[in-house]
């Protein structure tokens, strides 16, 4: 098993699928939010290039393949078109064979292989379980500013017929899902502590224009 911290040396794993979710309709920002660029990078690359580094499959969950063929990467189709972020995890989920599944949205430009890696440490640790006999948690979700954040999150494969039944009946509450898994919620203050800095900049994400400007700002400073 491995244990908190490994990853830093036995990345990417095997256990683990990276899921993209690139499937909306960004109609906020007014263009598709994958394909904006940042430092000549656009953000779909940038994001394949950081979940690489973590996870030994890629899976892109992705309604409109040919924006994304560029990249080489598997793409997955909802099974329930339009119905937003969880329906995207659900179809990726389905197709994935891995045990664990790193969800992360295509919004969110700074996540980073060490945020990455200290929650899949956490996962494979099972920490936070009080029965070494259970089966360990179905999600690790990190909570940050006071906020959960599940579209930057670990999934166990398992936890897709939840799914499942909740888009069957229309249930597209991503808090009340979250509420059903045995969710291993993981404070910012561990993750700091595991990551070494702090976690705040890697769950940024973009919804408008200004967000954008926002992040190119960011970008420029580092
Ligand atoms: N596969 C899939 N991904 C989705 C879907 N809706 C949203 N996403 C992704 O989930 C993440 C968060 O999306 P949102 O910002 O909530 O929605 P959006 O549709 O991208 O943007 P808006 O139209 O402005 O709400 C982004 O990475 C989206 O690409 C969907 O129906 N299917």
């Not at 990276?18 to 779909?44: D, F, Q, V």
């Not at 992360?104 to 060490?114: H, K, L, Q, T, V």
Request: proline share 7%; glycine share 10%; charged share 25%.
């Amino acid at each position: 098993m491995m244990e908190v911290g490994e990853w830093r040396r036995s990345s990417p794993s095997e256990r683990v699928a990276g899921i993209i979710l690139a499937g909306g309709a960004s109609r906020r920002m007014g263009a598709n939010k994958a394909l904006l660029s940042l430092n000549g990078e656009s953000l779909i690359e940038r994001t394949v290039r950081c979940l690489e580094q973590v996870c030994g499959r890629i899976l892109l969950s992705a309604n409109d393949p040919d924006s994304f063929r560029h990249l080489g990467v598997e793409c997955v189709p909802d099974v329930y078109p339009g119905q937003g972020p969880m329906a995207g995890i659900h179809a990726a989920l389905m197709a994935s064979d891995r045990p664990w599944n790193m969800v992360a949205a295509c919004d969110m430009p700074f996540i980073s292989p060490a945020l990455l890696g200290a929650l899949l440490g956490l996962a494979e640790a099972g920490q936070g379980q009080g029965d070494p006999a259970a089966a360990g948690p179905g999600a690790v979700i990190p909570v940050i500013q006071g906020r959960i954040h599940p579209l930057l999150a670990l999934y166990r494969k398992e936890t897709a017929a939840g799914l499942e039944r909740r888009l069957q009946e229309g249930e597209l509450r991503m808090t009340d899902w979250v509420e059903e898994l045995d969710a291993l919620l993981v404070p910012e203050d561990q993750l700091e502590a595991l990551m070494g800095c702090s976690p705040r900049k890697a769950v940024f994400n973009m919804n408008r224009p200004e967000d954008y400007e926002e992040a190119c700002r960011m970008d420029a400073e580092d």
